[in-house]
């Protein structure tokens, strides 16, 4: 055996600690695979994990299981985003919505999925998202095209640097929806205008452009104020408001402005828009141009005013004709000698200054076609005791009147009978007296007139039976009231004689 | 840019100084080919959790600021994608995986030492 120098011992003692060493970190490894393998194949339940002081279990089944199954199963697209918009986690919803893998969402930032114009939007939301949460109605990019949606952005803590949940909501149906109702409002043909709570111009129907001019992509986000111009007294648009406020609609009538400058009248009916919680969100109108009404109706009146100054002047020229008459009547009435042609010639007269009178009522009266029939009862009473009065007697006359007011087909033949009445009155009851006195009332009651005749004079002679007498004056009232006043008559011989007359009123025109 | 001709033999030069200008070049090569290598990782994460969220932020951020332009990154959740998971061998979330350039690194945890993501993409030397 040879001799083993010293170096040669220290090299062996060498080798067999590093054979020990790596015996021992073959064990080691062995029990790292067999507890990896273990792990990776499932084998455990739970994996324990130590940090400092602290000891956390993970269960291999995760609690959090029922959560990740609902944020991937919930239908909306669901992220998790940095304070600067990264997105740091996407649920495959979302994935699918911007028509991208799953895997390469998380890294990029929302504002990549965002179409250019609603950047700016998220921008200030993401600035300002500590404060408060916030919900965006803006179109995401998808593919070549885009899609609506409703992105809600909420912090997950009040910290700076805190990470936000969002909820994107594809709005594909509300907004096929929405077109729908627009283009039903499109189809009224009024203007259809909507404005929120600060009267801005939300909503402008193809009604409104076709009324005022302009077209809703130029008046939105602008007042009515600016664009219509409604000449309103600032009182009437706070009672407007007012009304408005309390949840009652508005209707009323005033002129507006056309794009071209012209004015035109509009009827407006505008209702409050209420939201769930009863919050005024935004008030409809609808207007409709009132021109060819306005028109229409100035025309009408015109037309009424000229054929009433028309009718005003055929009762003028027919009053004189009738008065030239009487008048011509009277001249000769009183050349005559004979006492009998004497008195059938003032008959004569005093019926067509009956006639006369009724034609001067017409063209003075205010309500065209009605005749105040006591004021005509006075006027004749007047004529007749100016006729009358030269006998030497004294008839007093007292009328105890209602109002009475009868259409012109009524109130001329009821004219003629009362004269016929009267006349008779003061010819023949007081025959042989000094004096006398005559009451006439006229009432009103159940839609029927009752006009009565009372004297204190001499009474109806004995055997008096109206239908069988021959006198033109009562052949005349017989006719009358049985033909033209669809009346009756009754006659009474007490303390002198009383006569009623009695018929219904007929509605003007009929 | 490549310079290819200082990888060429220059006449009339020693051969001892030859040696040293290929070593030099071969460096620069290398250098140069570092600075436009693609890089293709994976980052495991599990579902929405804390320091998954942490890793994606973490891990965007380097390959933004070290590789900007010439890397594919792919963000796995094991929960939803379970085949990529088994040809990997994740063991833990999150991990991120180098999987080009060669040669394949695995990188545990939220990403936050940003020294040690760095030397496992191999962009600094340990």
Redesign the interface.
């Known amino acids: 055996m040879t001799k083993k120098t010293a170096g040669g011992i220290a090299l062996e003692q060498e080798s067999a600690d590093l054979r020990k060493e790596v015996g021992e970190l073959r064990g080691k490894v062995r029990e790292l695979e067999e507890t990896l393998d273990a792990i990776r194949s499932g084998e455990v339940d739970a994996i324990v994990v130590s940090k400092g002081d602290s000891r956390q279990v993970y269960t291999l089944n995760g609690a959090d299981h029922p959560y990740r199954a609902l944020v991937e199963n919930i239908g909306e697209g669901a992220l998790t985003l940095s304070r600067t918009g990264m997105i740091l986690y996407t649920n495959t919803r979302f994935a699918e919505m911007v028509q991208v893998s799953p895997e390469n969402v998380p890294g990029t930032s929302i504002l990549d999925h965002v179409c250019p114009e609603h950047r700016t939007e998220i921008e200030k939301a993401l600035d300002g998202i500590v404060e408060k949460a916030c919900r965006l109605y803006v179109r995401i990019r998808q593919g070549i095209g885009s899609l609506p949606v409703l992105i809600s952005m909420s912090p997950l803590s009040s910290d700076e640097n805190t990470k936000i949940s969002v909820v994107v909501t594809d709005r594909r149906e509300d907004e096929s929806r929405i077109q729908l109702q627009a283009r039903m409002l499109d189809a009224v043909g009024d203007a259809v205008v909507a404005v929120d709570n600060d009267h801005r111009i939300i909503f402008w129907n193809e009604g409104a452009a076709m009324t005022y001019g302009w077209r809703p992509e130029e008046v939105l986000g602008h007042t009515t104020m600016e664009i219509i111009v409604p000449e309103l007294l600032k009182d009437d648009i706070l009672k407007i408001m007012a009304q408005i406020e309390r949840g009652e609609s508005w209707s009323g009538e005033f002129l507006v402005r056309h794009r071209d400058g012209h004015k035109f009248p509009v009827h407006r009916i505008d209702s409050p828009v209420f939201d769930d919680e009863g919050t005024l969100i935004a008030i409809i109108s609808t207007s409709h141009d009132i021109s060819e009404r306005r028109r229409a109706e100035e025309e009408l009146v015109a037309s009424v005013q000229e054929k009433e100054v028309l009718i005003h002047e055929i009762h003028h020229r027919v009053k004189n004709n009738l008065q030239v008459m009487s008048g011509l009547l009277d001249m000769t009435r009183t050349r005559s000698r004979d006492e009998y042609t004497k008195s059938i010639l003032t008959d004569m007269m005093l019926r067509i200054q009956t006639m006369a009178q009724i034609h001067t009522r017409m063209y003075e009266g205010k309500q065209l076609g009605k005749i105040c029939l006591t004021d005509q009862i006075r006027d004749q009473v007047v004529g007749l005791s100016e006729i009358f009065s030269n006998e030497g007697r004294k008839i007093r006359c007292q009328i105890t009147p209602d109002e009475v007011f009868l259409p012109v087909d009524q109130a001329l033949p009821c004219a003629l009978v009362v004269n016929e009445i009267l006349s008779n009155v003061y010819k023949h009851a007081f025959i042989g007296r000094e004096q006398g006195t005559i009451g006439i009332s006229v009432i009103e009651e159940n839609g029927r007139i009752r006009i009565t005749v009372r004297d204190n004079g001499i009474g109806l002679p004995d055997n008096f039976d109206i239908s069988r007498t021959n006198s033109l004056g009562l052949k005349l009232i017989r006719s009358l009231v049985k033909h033209q006043l669809n009346g009756s008559l009754t006659f009474m011989s007490r303390n002198g004689t009383e006569i009623s007359l009695e018929f219904p009123v007929t509605p003007a025109g009929k | 840019m490549k310079a290819p001709g200082k990888r060429g033999v220059i006449p009339g030069k020693t051969v001892a100084k030859k040696k040293q200008e290929d070593v030099t070049a071969d460096f620069e090569h290398a250098l140069e080919k570092k600075k436009t290598e693609q890089y293709v990782l994976r ?1 495991y ?1 599990a ?3 804390f320091r ?2 942490t890793a ?2 973490n ?2 951020k380097i ?1 933004e600021e070290y590789l900007k332009g010439r890397y594919e ?5 094991i ?3 379970q085949s990529k998971n088994l040809v990997d ?1 994740v ?1 833990a979330a999150p991990t991120l995986i180098k999987k080009l350039p060669l040669p394949l690194r695995r990188i545990i945890g939220d990403m936050t030492r940003k020294e040690k993501v760095l030397i496992g993409l191999d962009l600094i030397r340990q």
Do not use: H, M, W
């Open positions: 980052l994460i579902g929405n959790n998954s969220q994606v932020e891990v965007k390959c990154l792919d963000v796995i959740d929960y939803r994608d061998l063991l």
